[in-house]
């Protein structure tokens, strides 16, 4: 079983068009991260997530966490080419040091 | 400058080799990972040094050899290599190994076995 899991697993949207991202846990969050993977390249950082109905922008890109801590949705507002790429969530703070990534998912932005 | 830099980037070699792929992060941080990523783009923590100490070894085959000469590197060395290896490779590191310590990444060394 997967701990984080993500949705939708994969995402086509017109440039333009608003879109969000689902993260949920089996378990109480305790630091939720967003991070995208553009293809063939490495992890970027978007934002970092503790406290129960926290949220945090970045330029067109919001995070929530919810008040239960255990879902967390990525949210663009006009998404653009530029945005194209694997949208990764990832937990920590279950088990000693180990750091958990959701499912993943890859978001296409047609021009 | 780059904070995580890993090489090589691209890595194809036969099944029985083996091979080294390198990690350096000029960060001053604590703590070293190492990631596999799979052809589903699924990420998995393979081994966490905290200041060249192995502190997370997450049921990888015996072949596969974290090492660090100091905290600044953490090499992966894997002997005997086999077809299923083939993946995405990253190194990260954080400030320290808590919970709340943001990872940084290195760009990923595709590995290829043929």
């Known amino acids: 079983s997967q701990e984080l899991e993500q949705s939708p697993q994969s995402l086509i949207v017109q440039e333009g068009k608003n879109l969000t991202i689902n993260c949920t846990s089996s378990?109480?969050?305790?630091?939720l991260y967003w991070y995208k993977q553009k293809y063939g390249e490495g992890l970027i950082f978007l934002m970092m997530l503790q406290k129960g109905g926290e949220e945090k922008s970045h330029e067109k890109i919001t995070a929530k966490l919810d008040e239960k801590k255990q879902q967390s949705s990525l949210h663009i507002t006009a998404s653009q080419p530029s945005h194209a790429g694997i949208y990764l969530c990832?937990?920590?703070?279950?088990?000693?040091?180990?750091?958990?990534f959701g499912t993943g998912t890859s978001l296409t932005v047609i021009p | 400058d780059t904070a995580v830099s890993q090489t090589p980037k691209y890595l194809v070699t036969q099944m029985g080799n083996d091979k080294s792929i390198k990690c350096e992060q000029n960060?001053?941080?604590?703590?070293m990972y190492w990631y596999k990523q799979d052809s589903k783009k699924f990420l998995k923590i393979m081994f966490s040094?905290?200041?060249?100490?192995?502190?997370i070894n997450e049921t990888v085959p015996n072949r596969f050899s974290p090492k660090s000469p100091d905290k600044a590197h953490l090499n992966l060395h894997i002997n005997s290599l086999e077809l299923g290896d083939s993946a995405v490779y990253f190194c990260a590191s954080s400030q320290t190994g808590r919970a709340y310590n943001e990872q940084f990444f290195g760009p990923g060394t595709r590995l290829t076995v043929l």
């Open positions: 040094y905290n200041n060249k100490e192995l502190i």
């Open positions: 990832g937990a920590a703070g279950w088990t000693g040091n180990q750091f958990y």
């Open positions: 960060l001053g941080h604590d703590t």
């Open positions: 378990k109480t969050l305790y630091g």
